[in-house]
């Protein structure tokens, strides 16, 4: 970040967006908290930026082959829907996760369905540049005419030969070619086809990212985004294809920027390994989203992160004593960038983003300041104002009762019962003996356990806050 400086007046972010043929997963949730946790770390710079985050509703094959049905086609014929009902479904799950856990709406959420004139100009073009060859399984691309090919995955291409997800395809001339177009086997006609000069088919996976970015962002843009998976593979094709089409000799992205996996009890998840935990799972067990958000950003976006129940019931607690601590301090300022005239914590929290978008230390530094005694209040209002100008946890609006709301008394076990009625019942003695700081110390106890408890002409109640 300290190195960046964007090439234009908006810098423009692309961002691979999900397939829509079923629910996203925790792990896919964690591409899309990186993504916006670095928009934020632009704005905060004061760079202006134009995001767009992609919708895949056709394409992408299954096991990221070439040959083989669609996801979406596959999806559709299990759940006996539609694939434009298929896709919408999905699309809108995709939505409300990222609008529980605060991530800022893209400008654009292009869908591939509705590009695929333009993909197959795409590849008509790299066909009259001769980069391509026809197969009766389609338009692959010859990636031994792409100069450079695989240098972003950092690997040899002979290392990406032997890579499990590189399918078996007949006739294909290097096995790291990949198709632009699927042409329907004969006899087989697909859900989702277009006619186009290699016949009737769909467009190969990768295509739809080079030419919906190009379309909304430009030929040339800043920044892509992505999991990890995609370096070895998806983003490896995207340049090959994009240069190849531009033919301009200069890199077609300048940056890309992958967030490592979330692993689920150190092993790796994944959409089409069966049922993964999803964000409504975690919030149907009364975790708060933002405790799963806080939980994602307490590691660094290109570390492994291991999804354990212990970890996201530390970061719920963290949430719950966060938001306690900060309540008494709203309203909060409004600060979305650094001006370079803040000081103290405020260069810090800078440093920190400037440092690889160092969310760790950020929530680390923001702590330090909340329990600082020498800072003033109107100091750290700035500074929580700041801190979640770039985590985006809602620290100036988020209710305490939110955070717990899906807690309720039925929920406690008869032990918890007892102790809190036990308080209770200590704290009317207390009062009866006018032992006022006793019964405020009980009162606080309390708190502590979530619950609030008020008094009445007919003795106190308590409920759970
Ligand atoms: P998909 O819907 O499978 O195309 O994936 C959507 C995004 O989630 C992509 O950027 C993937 O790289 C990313 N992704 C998939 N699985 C994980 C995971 N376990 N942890 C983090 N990111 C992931
Ligand atoms: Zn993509």
């Keep these: 970040m300290q190195d960046f400086s964007p090439s234009a007046d908006v ?72 694939v434009e009902d298929i896709a919408a479904f999905y699309t809108k799950a995709f939505f409300d996760d990222l609008a529980a856990l605060n991530v800022l709406p893209a400008d654009e959420y292009p869908r591939a369905t509705a590009y695929v004139p333009q993909m197959i100009e795409f590849a008509a073009r790299l066909e009259e540049r001769g980069v391509t060859y026809r197969l009766p399984s389609g338009l692959y691309f010859d990636t031994s005419k792409s100069p450079g090919y ?34 329907e086997e004969p006899g087989v006609r697909r859900a989702m086809r277009w006619d186009s000069p290699w016949g009737w088919g769909a467009p190969g996976w990768h295509l739809e990212c080079s030419v919906m970015s190009m379309a909304l962002l430009g030929e040339h843009f800043d920044i ?116 370079g005239a803040a000081a103290g914590y405020v260069e810090q929290l ?24 020498d800072i003033s209040q109107e100091g750290l209002r700035v500074v929580v ?3 979640d100008a770039l985590l985006g946890l809602r620290l100036a609006d988020l209710d305490l009762r939110d955070v717990d709301r899906r807690r309720s008394v039925s929920d406690l076990d008869p032990a918890e019962v007892e102790q809190i009625e036990r308080l209770i019942v200590d704290r009317t003695q207390a009062r009866k003996e006018r032992d006022w700081s006793r019964a405020d110390e009980i009162r606080a106890e309390l708190e502590k356990l979530g619950v609030q408890v008020t008094d009445t002409p007919t003795g106190p109640t308590w409920e759970l806050r």
């Design 11 to 82: 810098v423009g972010l692309y961002s691979c967006g999900p397939t829509v043929y079923s629910f996203p997963h925790l792990g896919n949730m964690r591409a899309y908290v990186f993504a916006d946790v670095l928009r934020r770390a632009l704005r905060w710079k004061g760079y202006p930026v134009r995001h767009v985050t992609n919708i895949t509703d056709v394409g992408h094959a299954v096991a990221d082959s070439d040959t083989g049905e669609d996801k979406l086609e596959v999806a559709a014929a299990r759940e006996r829907r539609s």
């Design 150 to 183: 695989g240098t972003l995955a950092m690997m040899d291409v002979a290392g990406q030969r032997e890579a499990a997800r590189v399918y078996y395809v007949e006739g294909r001339k290097n096995k790291t070619d990949f198709a632009l177009w699927r042409a």
């Design 350 to 373: 800078d440093a920190a983003i400037s440092a690889d978008l160092a969310t760790p230390k950020i929530l680390a530094i923001l702590q330090e300041s909340l329990r600082d005694p």
């Design 385 to 387: 104002a700041a801190a």
């Design 224 to 339: 892509h985004t992505g999991g990890v998976d995609h370096r070895e593979l998806h983003h490896v094709n995207e340049i090959a294809q994009s240069e190849a089409y531009l033919d301009d000799g200069l890199p077609w992205v300048r940056y890309w920027l992958h967030n490592e996996f979330l692993v689920l009890n150190n092993a790796k998840i994944a959409k089409s390994a069966g049922p993964v935990p999803r964000l409504a799972d975690l919030t149907e067990a009364g975790y708060h989203p933002m405790a799963y958000r806080l939980f994602l950003l307490g590691g660094h976006y290109r570390s492994q992160l291991d999804f354990t129940t212990q970890a996201v019931d530390a970061a719920q607690a963290t949430l719950r004593r966060l938001i306690a601590r900060v309540e008494p301090l709203r309203p909060l300022p409004l600060v979305t960038t650094f001006e």
